[in-house]
């Protein structure tokens, strides 16, 4: 407000308060009045909760390694739904952002894990359908948290109510199976057949005893072969790998810089556009609901494409697609001379750019796992994971950067140039559809595009994977 009785139009902070609409009963901004010098502490605290996604996927997800996926998932599930009462009762925006930052750091892990958990518990010749149709129910969340956010205008009692469910996973310690692979990387057999021999129940197949009493050979220090009863491969001495093997040949170094830059785009146009949603005109409530509900077709597309045309072609078309649609928004004005609104255009334009995001997002997961050689891999998705997250801290500070009237479209096409950048790069990147996962470093140096698409007669691959390699 200006100083009374000045000369020079000075302004100081306004001394009466502040007056808010009737639309929420209690919000954070009203709570703890983040409004005026403190109007960045909202986009701030989200910020800090993707940092707390970037923390997680880092420090936590290797934990599964060790004790396991099904432990892992529903333990953190557990810790993260008292987080999420806890923050229901926060009496200050420190408290608040604190504790959201914990529950940002149990998401990723839980995330990621059950990602692999789906990824494990599927053969590789059905594996693209259920690791991208898991995405859907993110897309369901979105339509319900609309929805929720629609009915509970408090803040705090829409914070209980989407914690509270995490406590119904209790139910899954019963009958959530723990993933055989990881069972027998850990030398867990006993559990590994129980589990094997409870899923041939349900699916009513019978497992022939010497499954479980196969005799191979393990090659010891001294070279002489021994023959053990196990249910496991032949064991060998195998070198130790690193990020830095990531980067030390020149097509694999190709293969991850582009990759990293592709998650890290996607992260940021993803989140960008969900971010930014609330800022565009309508009902922010419709806008989010139907920014979820875009999410369903685009993967079940996302699926069919994936299965007919391969990884890299969709991914291309979907990056191409949403980067232009972003694009476009910017030249759509919000209303025509003859003062006709067209801001139903502009969200349309937004929400076809988050269908190609959703999709490409997708896409992403399982070409990445299938690009990079088994003795990296995991340290490729790790890393991955972590530009993933370094794009959804930025999108948070590129859509507070420009609230005001003028640049809200501003955003929209910062993210479009981006993908559009990424469209272009995955022309620079192999097929691997119906392709044999590479196993080591060297498969990939030797292997060109058109060996690794080579396929029999049939249609299917030559070396093709049918999953029941362990």
Known sequence: MYVPGSDHNKTQSC????????????????????????????????????????????????ISDKFGRKKLILFLLWIQGVFGVATAFSNSYTLFTVLRFFIALLNMPIALTTYVMMAEVFPASHRALPSVGINCFWGIGLIFLSMFGYFVRD????????????FLTIMYYCFLPESIPWLIATEKYSEAEQVARTAAKINRITLPDSLFCAKVTVVDTSNEAKSQEALVVEKTQTKKYTLLDLFKTPKLRRYTLILLYLWAANSLSYF??????????????LNLGISGAVEIP?????????????????????????????????????KTDSGTDLSPLIIFLAMVGK???TASYS???????????????????????????IGGIAAPLIVYAATSESMKKLPLVIFGVITLVAGILCF???????????????????????????????GTNTNDDDGTRL
Not at 35 to 55: K, P, Q
Not at 272 to 285: R, W
Not at 312 to 323: D, K, N, S, T, Y
């Open 272 to 285: 960008g556009i969900l971010f930014s949603t609330p800022n565009l005109h309508g009902n922010l409530f």
């Open 428 to 458: 620079f990147l192999p097929e691997t559809h119906q392709c044999p996962l590479p196993e080591t470093i060297e498969e990939v140096e030797k292997l060109s595009n058109k060996t690794r698409n080579r396929r029999k007669p049939d």
């Open 298 to 334: 685009a993967l079940f597309i996302c699926m069919w494409t994936m299965q007919v045309y391969g990884r890299r072609r969709p991914h291309i078309v979907f990056l191409l697609l949403c980067g232009v649609m972003n694009i476009t928004t910017i030249f759509v004005p919000d």
């Open 355 to 357: 269908f190609g995001i």
């Open 15 to 62: 001394s009466n308060g502040w007056q808010y609409g009737n639309q929420f009963e209690s919000t954070i901004l009203t709570e703890w009045d983040l409004v005026c010098d403190n109007s960045y502490l909202g986009d701030l605290s989200t910020t800090i909760y993707m940092v707390g996604n970037t923390c997680g996927a880092l420090l936590l997800t290797p």
């Open 363 to 389: 896409v992403a997961y399982l070409y990445s796992s299938e690009i990079f050689p088994t003795v990296v891999r995991n340290h490729a998705v790790g890393l991955a994971s972590f530009f993933e997250n």
């Open 155 to 166: 803040w705090s009692h829409l914070q209980l109510l989407i914690s509270v469910p995490n």
